[in-house]
Each structure stands twice: as structure tokens, then as C-alpha cells.
């Protein structure tokens, strides 16, 4: 079982069975709130996570992960969830403060 921890939403846990699927799909697919302005294609960084722990557990960075971290609009513990495919065990990722939502709790 692959699991998806967001530590600043309560430590709100999500589990699921399919592997290489992209992070943000499995989040919204719970009935969680996460940005992206964009529609998911990788043209903004509206949807990036902050990596505490199993980076590891990521596919490789895509095309559009290299451009932004180029420019310094993602660092090396950030990655665009809707890029990111979720290929193993335990991620654990909190919501940058620039991408919360006005109208969700958000906790330490």
C-alpha cells in the first residue's frame, strides 16, 4: 500500500493501491483541496509540495521540474504534484504557505 501524508493538513493520511499515478490526482481523488492554476500541466508551479520525507518514492524530475528549478521557482525539496507520480511506499509533504487556501484549516 503507497501512502500520502500532508503533515500541515492535520497529518491528513491517504492511502492507495495504484502505484505511478501523479500525486495531485490521488489527493483531489480524496476530496482534498490542492491548488493548481494551470489544469495540471505543468505550466506553473500554483501546485508544488514541500518534500519532508520519501523523495525517493518519486519518479524521476520531469522536463517542466527542470525548467522551474532552473529558474529558482522550485527547490531541491519541492516538486510539482501534478508532475510527480507516487511509485512507492510513504510520502510525506506539506502545502507551501504561497499555495493555501483562504478557506482551509491549515495546522503546523
Known sequence: ?????????????????ESK???I?????N?????HACGKKGRCTSCKMIITEGAE?????????EFFREKDRLKLNERL??????????L???VADINKFPHVKYSD
Open 81 to 90: 504534484s501534478c508532475q510527480a507520480e507516487l511509485k512507492s511506499g510513504t
Open 57 to 65: 518514492n518519486l519518479s524521476p524530475l520531469t522536463e517542466r521540474e
Open 1 to 17: 500500500m503507497l501512502k500520502i501524508i500532508i503533515e500541515n493538513l492535520h497529518h491528513k493520511e491517504i492511502n492507495t493501491l
Open 25 to 29: 490526482e490521488i489527493i483531489h481523488e
Open 21 to 23: 499515478r501523479k500525486v
Open 31 to 35: 476530496y482534498i483541496d490542492w491548488m
Open 92 to 94: 510525506k509533504i506539506r
